[in-house]
């Protein structure tokens, strides 16, 4: 029996839950937008990883692919971020893997599965965080585990008053644009991993917004949570 960890958008937060996960697993794919180079070598220091580019992965990622396929214990499996951006022939796979909508799907299109594995890195609102394990069994057969991974409360405690959370947000958003992961983020300015990968999210998901922007969002998101 062989098994590979399947994960997607991380955004530069490789939750402890996640590599837990991952330990036992012969080889991990990850369906893009990691963001962060260090993520993607603890990854590696956990098993062989297989990843092709996001959206988001600027620079330090350009020669990671944007398609791959890859055969694996008798199984091929190719893997693109964004699944409306395929253009070339995937007849001949078994699995495809995908990601960019953060949501999770499983879907069997006659022989083929199709996947996405769902986010396991910033939470997206209300959406749930998963990622997901290929089971291999040595005759070619496999099957599909989704994880539901634990997610802290919705709610997020802002500083007192909107300038000390408007100049944390002007710092996160400088931090974000130097392509420092929601780690770093968080412990430069001393708030919860949560929060910095909130207003990372946002602000990656909303080009051209600013500071007054991203606090009405926190807002509005966190006045629905409490109703």
Known sequence: MHKIGIISDTHGLLRDSVKENLK??????????????????????????????????????SALPVTLKVRLFGISIFLIHNKKHITEDISDCNVIVYGHSHRYEQEQKGQQLWL???????????????????????DGSFWIDRINLPAKTANIILPASQKDIKDIILAVMKSTDKGKSVTEIARQNKISEELASQICRLYLTHPGVDADGILNKMALTDSKHQN
Request: one cysteine or more; aromatic letters at 4%.
């Open 116 to 138: 996405n594995p769902g986010s396991c890195g910033p939470r997206r609102f209300t959406l749930p965080l998963t990622m997901a394990i290929l089971h291999i069994k040595d």
């Open 24 to 61: 036992d697993c012969d080889i991990i794919l990850h369906g893009g937008d990691i963001k962060s180079e260090t993520d993607l070598k603890k990854l590696n220091s956990i098993a062989k990883t297989y990843i092709v580019r996001g959206n988001i992965d600027k620079d330090w990622a």
